[in-house]
């Protein structure tokens, strides 16, 4: 069963706006996530990561939001560009357990 | 030049065939991994490496087996391949040394494998 869940498998956004990406977890043991950003025909690149002794982590113009009461992180990409369409992974990890257990992506399309 | 690299790219090969995928890496991590990502489900973990002397199985190694012949190669076999090992195949890596949180890992571009 999977225990990292990304329910929209499509976002469509325009050029300068928000985009906002949703990842729910179910093990309560996970306290690391993160996001991975992927290209056609290229493998997965680290975008950016939180513990969970945090609420807020924020990269330039990427900011994950985790609520462990709820189980649940979001990515907030502002604002989005062209070059942002791509499919994002969530991850999530357990202390000391170094496997990660990823989510099945959400494909991004930026509209001009 | 690439800091992990996985040959091949792209293999087609026929059912009950021995298939081997390599993986390279220049990082100078401990740590290696083996995915295959099948449309709508992310990337599952078929087999990992914290140095040389251990292998380990993930979520879906039957069908799979793993060598780590030095600390910058990992390869993965498929001793008699199947339809449904028609996937892409990722290898990545990570540093267990690098301080502080190491789940971050680093992924070669895949390998597109079908089997026919």
């Known amino acids: 069963d999977q225990q990292v869940k990304q329910n929209s498998p499509s976002l469509s956004v325009q050029e300068g706006r928000i985009s906002i990406l949703n990842c729910d977890y179910t093990?309560?043991?996970?306290?690391?996530f993160l996001w991975y950003k992927k290209y056609p025909a290229e493998g997965p690149t680290f975008l950016i990561s939180?513990?969970?002794?945090?609420d807020k982590n924020e990269d330039g113009r990427f900011t994950v939001f985790l609520n462990k009461s709820a189980k649940h992180l979001s990515l907030h990409i502002v604002p989005s560009q062209p070059g942002d369409s791509a499919v994002y992974f969530c991850?999530?990890?357990?202390?000391?357990?170094?496997?990660?257990?990823f989510g099945a992506g959400t494909t991004v399309t930026v509209r001009a | 030049d690439a800091d992990v690299t996985q040959t091949p790219r792209n293999r087609i090969t026929k059912t009950g065939k021995r298939i081997m995928l390599e993986c390279s890496q220049t990082?100078?991590?401990?740590?290696m991994y083996w995915y295959r990502q099948d449309p709508g489900l992310g990337l599952q973990l078929i087999y990992y490496?914290?140095?040389?002397?251990?292998?380990n199985k993930g979520e879906i190694s039957d069908g799979y087996s793993v060598s780590r012949q030095a600390q910058a190669k990992f390869s993965l076999s498929l001793e008699s391949a199947i339809p449904n090992q028609t996937a892409l195949y990722f290898c990545?890596?990570?540093?267990?040394?690098?301080?502080?949180?190491?789940?971050?890992?680093?992924f070669g571009p895949g390998t597109r494998l079908t089997v026919l």
């Open positions: 990545a890596t990570s540093d267990s040394l690098a301080g502080g949180r190491t789940d971050t890992q680093y």
């Open positions: 093990n309560s043991m996970f306290d690391y």
């Open positions: 939180i513990s969970s002794i945090k």
């Open positions: 991850a999530a990890s357990e202390s000391n357990d170094y496997k990660l257990s």
């Open positions: 990082k100078g991590h401990d740590r």
């Open positions: 490496s914290f140095d040389v002397k251990d292998i």
